[in-house]
């Protein structure tokens, strides 16, 4: 068993031992695999691992989406799906004519008041388009379905009318029977006149009252006028003892909250256009015989909730026995849905099985989709099964100690590293350390290894604005990355052997610095263009890679 699978991986490819060649050290997950049968059929194991490694390159290897795409072809009649399918990437064209069509069948009937309401939330289609489209791979999660616009907005515009009313009343709870008061102000001296004068005192009070006779949502007063009509606004201006009317002040003071608080349509008319527009695009969709790319995956899901789900999950199974999903924790939780229906994940099996293998600190991909909480899920499904890599291969030592200090020291805090940890210790995402098994080269500068890990704090007496910040430690950074390479160009920067020990040593097998050696992690583009202008200011050329950087409205392609 020890020439069947080598200590590198079980996909490594058997071999003999040369002639003199010393065994490498035993494996002690495949001693305790081996333990665990009788020796008489040791040789049946080797030679079935054997054949498991050879046919390693046998295996279907394919994206989640390409899967679901091959099992709804493949088992056409248990997933109620058509055995000739097209595969429309792009599915926008199609989602915007469905969207218009919604918009003439209930915007379109609507009076002018209700229309009024709803362009303040989209101005054309174009506009409802943008969030619906969010929404249709999960319109299924939004609840029952909602009553048509016109029902939706009648129905908000009488709740709205009811709590205006109240809010608007003259006597208790109201408060315009605290209002009086106000048009004989104590002495003027006793507040600071410049704050609370006549004109203001007759403009705010106009504006309540012309808010109270009319139908309006709000009354029209300003930032500073909401600000000084409450407790702390009058206390911040009176000069002796209290002011009048604490309760005016108090109740004004709550007035924004409620009125920000009255209902509002906007969630149910977006709830009934998702729920329409998925239907129809369904529908249209299979006129076609195509499928957009979250379609293969709603579809999928929603056959294995279907009346042929066990049959058709035990199909799947008999065919894939063995499933690994590696970087696991961009998945979404209709991707676990899935495969969680096929294999049971939390239900163990000698027939089957499933690996899932991820790393929550790397889980990068929450505007595709992917859930943080689905990985929590699988974590708890699978709880006493998870097999830890202990070991960094790719990083230096010093780095993977610098990450190591750094989220062991949070998570000692209440939350744990990654704010996940209960009041009752219970922590479902806790930090690991790892080893290092190191890198060859060792970055030095002068001859000495640099810090792996170094933060720049930027201190200031006054608060600076996000874009004043990002300039400044962009000129910081772009400065040393600048002195860095200087020094590489001088011999004196660059990657040592991790071998060597004297510095004469160093110096004679340094590879000096470059700019290919270097890259910055920005959160976005607008970090990506201070940097790059800084970088620039110095001299330095500087490509910028993004997932959503336009290639073709760069100067090159129109030149």
């Known amino acids: 068993m020890l020439n069947v699978a080598p200590t590198d991986g079980f996909t490594a490819p058997p071999r003999r031992l040369t002639a003199g060649e010393a065994p490498v050290a035993l ?38 989406h390409s899967w679901c795409y091959r099992m709804l072809r493949e088992h056409a009649f248990d997933s109620g799906s058509l055995f000739s399918l097209n595969l429309e990437n792009d599915q926008r064209e199609l989602e915007q004519e469905v969207v218009r069509d919604y918009w003439r069948s209930f915007y379109y009937p609507l009076d002018s008041d209700a229309l009024d309401i709803v362009t303040r939330y989209w101005k054309s289609p174009d506009d409802l388009h943008a969030p619906l489209q969010r929404l249709l791979p999960e319109s299924e999660a939004l609840g029952d379905e909602k009553p048509e616009p016109n029902e939706t907005l009648a129905a908000t515009q009488a709740e709205r009318a009811a709590q205006l009313s109240e809010l608007k009343a003259p006597g208790p709870p109201g408060w315009m029977n605290w209002c009086p008061p106000w048009k004989t102000p104590p002495k003027k001296k006793a507040f600071k006149g410049q704050s609370f004068n006549a004109k203001s005192r ?158 929550p600190k790397q889980a990068i991909y929450a505007f595709r989709g992917a859930d943080i909480f689905t990985y929590l899920q699988a974590r708890h499904d699978t709880d006493g099964r998870h097999v830890t890599l202990g070991t960094n291969f790719r990083s230096s030592r010093a780095m993977v100690a610098a990450v190591n200090h750094c989220f062991s020291y949070a998570d000692k805090h209440d939350a744990g590293a990654f704010l996940f940890r209960a009041d009752g ?95 910055v992690l920005v959160n976005g583009l607008q970090e990506a263009r201070a940097i790059r202008l800084a970088l620039a200011s110095r001299g330095i050329k500087s490509v910028y890679l993004s997932d959503h950087d336009k290639v073709f409205s760069s100067p090159l392609p129109r030149s």
Request: hydrophobic fraction near 40%.
């Open 27 to 64: 494996d002690p997950l495949l001693l305790e695999l081996r333990d665990q049968y009788d020796p008489a059929t040791w040789p049946a194991c080797s030679r079935r691992l054997a054949l498991a490694a050879e046919w390693m390159d046998e295996a279907a290897v394919s994206t989640i």
């Open 425 to 519: 210790g219970d922590n479902p995402l806790p930090f690991n350390p790892v080893n290092a098994k190191g890198t060859k080269d060792t970055l030095v500068l002068n001859g000495k290894p640099l810090a792996a890990m170094t933060l720049w704090p930027l201190e200031s007496e006054e608060q600076l604005s996000k874009t004043t910040y990002q300039t400044e430690m962009a000129e910081r950074c772009a400065s040393h990355m600048a002195e860095l390479l200087e020094a590489g160009r001088k011999q004196q920067a660059g990657f040592a052997k991790a071998a060597d020990n004297s510095v004469d040593n160093r110096e004679q097998s340094l590879t000096p610095l470059a700019p290919s050696d270097m890259a």
């Open 202 to 359: 007759a403009n705010w009070l106009g504006a309540l009252r012309e808010w109270c006779d009319t139908e309006a949502d709000r009354p029209a007063l300003t930032d500073a006028a909401w600000k000084r009509m409450t407790p702390d606004g009058m206390a911040e201006i009176w000069k002796e003892g209290t002011p009048p009317c604490p309760q005016a002040w108090e109740a004004l003071a709550q007035l924004p909250k409620a009125l920000d608080a009255l209902p509002e349509p906007r969630n149910d008319l977006l709830i009934h256009a998702v729920q329409w527009c998925r239907a129809r695009l369904e529908r249209e969709q299979e006129r076609r015989a195509e499928m957009g790319p979250n379609d293969l995956l709603t579809h999928l899901d929603r056959a294995l909730k279907g009346p042929n789900r066990d049959a058709l999950a035990a199909q799947i199974q008999r065919q894939f026995p063995v499933a690994l999903i590696d970087e696991f924790q961009d998945t979404d939780p209709i991707q676990y849905r899935i495969f969680n229906a096929v294999y049971d994940v939390a239900t163990p099996r000698r027939d089957s099985a499933i690996l899932l293998i991820g790393d």
